[in-house]
Every structure is written in C-alpha cells, then in structure tokens.
C-alpha cells in the first residue's frame, strides 16, 4: 500500500510540474504577444529631494495591461477593448522573472529604454533643466547582453540626451560575480550615465561591490527603512548607510518611505533623497507632468 500512495504523489507531483510549466509557457508567449501588440506602459514614481519633496529624479516601472484581461485570470470576452484600461495591470514582480527565463527581457527591456528616454526627453523639451532624471532597472540577464552599452549610447543619441540624465538600476546579485556583467556595468558607466544599486544591504556582498563596481548611488532597501521610529537597532544601520555613501561621494535614496515620521527622521539621519508611497505611487507620465507643473 505504502508503494501505491508514493506511486500516486509521484503522479500529482508530475502534474503540478506540467502545470506549472504549462502556466509557464503560456505567460511567456501571453508577454512575447503583449510585447507585439503595445500591452506595456512604463509608470513613473518620483524621488524626492528632503525635506521639502521636490521631485529630483523618477524611476521608471514597467507595467502590462493585458488586453484579454489577466492571464491568470479567466478571459471575459464580454468587456469591451476600453474597459481594459480600468483593468489593474498585472505586477513586474510576477512576468519580470519569466522574461529574463526566457530572455524575452532583452527585448522588452529594449523597449523600456527607449520609452523611458523618449518620455524623458519631452520632460526636457518641456521643463528644461528643471526636468527629472530618469532612473531605468535593467536585469541580470540584460547585463549578459554585450550589446547593451552599444544600445544604450544609441539611445542617448537619438533622443539628444545627456547621459547624466539617466541612471540604471541594478541589483547586486546581477554583478557579485564580477565577470561580463561587471565589465557590462563598467562599459556603461563609461558611457557618463548613472549606476544605481537598488536594495542596497540585502545581497550577500553589499559592501565588497563598493570596491569593484562604478556606482554613483545607493538605494537603500525599504526593509532598513520600515519601523525608523523606535528602533535604535535600525535608525544606526539606516545612518550607517547614508554615511557610507556620503563618504565615499554617492547619493543615497531611501526606498519605501510610507509616512512622514519616516521622512522626518531621514532627513535627520543624512539622508538627501528619498522614494515611497508617501510622497508619490507609481504613475502615468502625464501625472508626473502635471506635479511638474504645479511645482513650477
Ligand atoms: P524595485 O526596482 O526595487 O522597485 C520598487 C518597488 O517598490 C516598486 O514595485 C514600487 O511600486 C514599490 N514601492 C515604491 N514605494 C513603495 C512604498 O512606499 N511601499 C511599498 N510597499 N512599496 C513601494 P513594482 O513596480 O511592483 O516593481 C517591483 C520590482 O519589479 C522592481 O523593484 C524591479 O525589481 C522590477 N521591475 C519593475 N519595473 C521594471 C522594469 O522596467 N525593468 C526591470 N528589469 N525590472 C522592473
Ligand atoms: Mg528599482
Ligand atoms: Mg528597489
Ligand atoms: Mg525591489
């Protein structure tokens, strides 16, 4: 009996596999053809300068709006084409890591620079000097493309911007190894744009990286932002880091900042810039263009 029930586990086991794997396959072409059929907008959210919030860069955040409705969840026919704006896009968190699986990210993540230079350069079209920075997150796997920093100057140069106007976000687990990621990075840093790391503290290497790779920012992780208030254990590591970064010249951004205690104490930690929901959510470049000119 006891062989009959592992016999059985074995076969849901190998079910669940197919399924994953055919849930799996059936994102990647449901993004391949969103890709196709314009389903992709970048939202924007703003990094604000402390105390007084002014908007100083934004990062660009890719969302999908599918048009047959989510593709996990039942297609409804019914609704018409405009309704699928109303619809909530499906998260970055959830296809992000199927699009670098199947490399399909190189693609997309080309469309995202180029969006985002273009959307950039309108703002500078628009508002001058006075125009945010746009910071971009580029993946590991776009790191193991050579033909990167090739693209990225191309950009720049189409769109007739200069390249301290643009940073890239990237993680530390995409370049610890050192190797042609870290020489990606090099290349590109290179080229006179920006490098972030973004959650900065969480990988196994944080402080190593500051040696090998041409940073110019740190984005402090929202996990030693959380609970500022009250705990002397974390306010030492949030001051900590923004001290790191003063010394050895690069800004620090303060991620996932949800309310003004937490600005305030920032501020008073050394912090110069910071990015959360409490100043601003991701958004549709018009309402960035809209805070831009209330401000002005
Ligand atoms: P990330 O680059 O670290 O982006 C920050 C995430 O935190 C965003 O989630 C943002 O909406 C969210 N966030 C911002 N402020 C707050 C806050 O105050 N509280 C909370 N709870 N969350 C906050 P989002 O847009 O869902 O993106 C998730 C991740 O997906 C990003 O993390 C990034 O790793 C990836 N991603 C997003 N857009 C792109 C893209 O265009 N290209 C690539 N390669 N990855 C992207
Ligand atoms: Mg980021
Ligand atoms: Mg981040
Ligand atoms: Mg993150």
């Not at 794997?21 to 389903?39: M, P, V």
């Not at 290497?205 to 609970?227: A, H, Q, Y």
């Not at 050895?248 to 996932?256: D, K, P, S």
Request: a negative charge; hydrophobic letters at 45%; proline letters at 7%.
């Amino acid at each position: 009996a006891a062989q009959r029930v592992g016999a059985n586990r074995q076969q849901l086991y190998t079910a669940d596999l197919d399924a994953s794997a055919k849930h799996h396959a059936d994102l990647a072409a449901a993004l391949r053809r969103g890709l196709d059929q314009g389903e992709f907008r970048l939202f924007y959210q703003p990094i604000v300068e402390l105390p007084l919030g002014r908007i100083s860069a934004v990062e660009a955040l890719i969302r999908w709006f599918p048009q047959s409705g989510s593709p996990d969840a039942p297609a409804s026919p019914a609704s018409p084409a405009s309704a699928a704006s109303a619809v909530s896009p499906v998260s970055p968190a959830e296809f992000i890591p199927v699009a670098e699986q199947t490399g399909m990210i190189v693609d997309l993540g080309a469309w995202i620079l180029d969006q985002a230079c273009a959307d950039a350069a309108a703002w500078r079209a628009r508002f001058g000097d006075a125009a945010p920075r746009i910071s971009v997150n580029v993946s590991a796997r776009q790191l193991l493309d050579p033909e990167l920093p090739a693209l990225v100057a191309d950009l720049l140069r189409r769109h007739d911007l200069p390249p301290q106007q643009v940073t890239l976000e990237i993680t530390e687990t995409a370049v610890f190894a050192g190797g042609p990621a870290l020489q990606t990075v090099h290349a590109l840093r290179g080229l006179g744009v920006g490098i972030a790391l973004d959650d900065f503290g969480t990988g196994h290497s944080s402080l190593t990286l500051l040696r090998t790779c041409p940073v110019t920012t740190l984005k402090v992780d929202k996990s030693f932002i959380d609970e500022l208030n009250g705990s002397p254990q974390q306010e030492a590591i949030a001051a900590s880091l923004s001290g790191i970064a003063s010394t050895l010249g690069l800004r620090a951004v303060a991620e996932g900042v949800e309310t003004q205690d937490q600005a305030d104490r920032l501020h008073v930690l050394g912090y110069r810039f910071a990015q959360g929901y409490h100043f601003a959510r991701p958004q549709p470049a018009t309402e960035i263009d809209a805070s831009l000119l209330a401000a002005v």
